[in-house]
Structure formats: C-alpha cells, structure tokens
C-alpha cells in the first residue's frame, strides 16, 4: 500500500500547537524535526558516546504525517491551515507551507532482518540470526559453536565491533565452572556465550525491561534454561541463587538502586562483563568490583578509542589491574583483574 507524506512548514514556538491541532482532527503519529539544541538531561538519555552535532537553533521546525492515498490532500491541507490560522495572533506559526510526497509502505520493524546473516564472531564461534540458515555462512565448520539470536528491539545482533570484543575475550578468560554477571545484557548474547563456553551460571541485568525479556527468549531458543525475574514481586535472599546450568534476567540499574546492588550479590562473580558505553563503564568500574571475588575479571567493551584513556583511569582508581586490552577499528575494550 502506498500513503502519502505531507510535511509542514511552522515553527519551534508551535509545534506543540499545531500536533495538538493535528491530533484533533485524527492525525496522529506526528514526526518533529527542528534545531532546538540537546539538554543535559536529554544528552543522559542519549545511549551513544559521539552526541549529535545540531546546527544553530533558527527557531524552524517540520511536522511530518502520513495519510492514505484515498485523502482528498487540497481539502485536508486548507482544513489544517484553517484550523491552525486560529491562533495566529497567539503564535508565531511561520509560512504553514505543505510539502507533499508519496512514500511505499514498509514493515519497518522487520525490515532490517534481510540484512542480518549468519557471520562468526570469532573463530569457532558462529553467530545465527533465527530465521537464517547456518549454512548461508560459506565458511562454516561443524565444529563450531552456534548461537541462535533474534534481538527483536533490544539491542544486540553481535555484529558490532564492541560485541566481539566481549566474546573474544569471554572465550579466553572465562573458565568452565565460573559464575557470570552481565551488566548491560541487550538481547542476552554475552550471557548465553558464556554459558556455551563452559559458565555454570549467568545473571544478566538490563535497565530495558524489553531486553531483559528478549535475552529470556534467546536463552531458552540456544537450549538454555533461564527465567525472568520481576523484582517487583520482591526478592528474597540473594539474585545470584540460581540454579547451575540456568541464566537468572531481571530489570534494573545497579548503578542507582543500593539495594538492588546488595541483591545482586557481593563477593559472588568470577567473571563480569559489560557492552555498554564509556560512560557508564567510568562510574560501573567503582561498582562492579563489589560484586567480584578477588582475582577475578572485568570484561569491559563499548568504548570508542577516544575515551580509551579516561576508562584506563577509572580502572587503575578503582584498584584494577589491566591485564588486556583489545582493540577493533575504533573500538576499545578492556580485561582487568580484580
């Protein structure tokens, strides 16, 4: 089915004004786009090292919307312009000038999984979208290590640089029998490969709660028993009694919440390993080592080049020995020892 994109012309000052004028009269899911520069708290909401640069704020902004192609467009753009006019001695509304474009419709959701093959992680260890054939990778063995993932929305393909880091360097730290904490678990990806590489147990925690339902299904789709845990059941005792051989997910931020911290379990990890950004690797490092017996490892990825130093400090502060650290394209992750 094909629709149509109207986009209007208006300003900063009323843009709110003119969604709530569009949502009157049955238009909903309306695209902003404007200049209006990044607060503090937005930049903190933002899960990317590199911030978007936005040019200087010209008080402009573009409404975007879709209608079907049955829409008389001359009489829906004069009845919005109409409607709209009524304020004009209230609001700046700018030139209320129409583009309009036709555009085919797309199943956004799931339009990226024709672009999502299988492809090997690192040697001997192969990564499989769900609904793909392992032997679309030439260069498969049998031999190696399969794992099934469909990330639905959570983040976590394992396709990206910051994600083979960590594999990498689970394949070679982790040990047969050892308990994994991943903080940041996405879709689940890290935790399952720990636990296909020998880990007796795994606790991933996300600040998603999509993630951490996504990295359910994952685990019990690679075999792997695991179960959701919704913290606002209650918890008793500690988070990390779990069962061997099972991966234990639950939602939170062990970065605000003490008393999920305690939960967690102290003393309790011999391996963490965290994919997030550099950002929150900096305060997690003053954190993380509470949860770690000593002579343990800290996996840390998802740190762009340019932050690589700021993380080695934090470490070195929080009385980590670097004992690796990995580089890929322009991404760094480090190995540390408690």
Not at 18 to 25: G, N, P, Y
Not at 170 to 188: E, F, P, R, T
Request: proline share 2%; charged share 30%; net charge negative.
């Amino acid at each position: 089915m094909k629709w149509i994109k109207l986009s209007l012309s208006t300003t900063v000052e009323a843009e709110d004004l003119v969604t709530a004028v569009l949502d009157e009269m049955g238009i909903e899911g309306v695209q902003i786009e404007d200049k209006v520069q990044l607060s503090e708290e937005d930049k903190k909401k933002m899960f990317i090292d590199i911030l978007p640069e936005l040019p200087p704020d010209d008080g402009e902004a573009v409404l975007s919307f879709y209608v079907d192609c049955d829409t008389d467009i001359e009489e829906l753009k004069r009845n919005i312009t109409e409607n709209v006019s009524l304020f004009s001695e209230d609001y700046n509304l700018g030139s209320l000038e129409f583009e309009v474009s036709e555009t085919e419709d797309t199943d956004w959701i799931n339009n990226w999984k024709q672009y999502f093959k299988p492809f090997k992680a690192d040697e001997g260890i192969v990564i499989k979208p769900t609904w793909t054939d392992v032997n679309e990778l030439p260069d498969h063995d049998e031999s190696d290590l399969i794992i099934e993932i469909d990330p639905g929305t959570a983040f976590g393909t394992g396709a990206h640089e910051t994600t083979k880091l960590c594999i990498k360097a689970l394949k070679k730290y982790l040990k047969s029998g050892d308990k994994l904490l991943d903080v940041g678990c996405g879709s689940g990806i890290l935790s399952i490969v720990g636990m296909k590489l020998g880990a007796e147990c795994a606790l991933g925690v996300d600040v998603d709660d999509n993630a951490t339902h996504t990295s359910v299904e994952n685990a019990e789709i690679n075999a792997i028993k695991s179960e959701y845990l919704d913290l606002k059941e209650g918890v008793h005792g500690s988070l990390i009694d779990i069962k061997k051989d099972h991966i234990r997910f639950f939602t939170g931020n062990v970065l605000e919440d003490d008393n999920l911290c305690k939960q967690t379990g102290f003393d309790r990890f011999d391996v963490v390993v965290a994919n997030i950004l550099a950002d929150i690797i900096i305060p997690l490092s003053g954190v993380t080592s509470k949860y770690m017996r000593k002579g343990t490892i800290f996996i840390s990825s998802g740190i762009i080049n340019t932050k690589e130093e700021a993380v080695r400090e934090a470490l070195l502060k929080n009385d980590f020995e670097i004992i690796d650290v990995i580089h890929m394209n322009d991404w760094v992750a480090f190995v540390a020892r408690k």
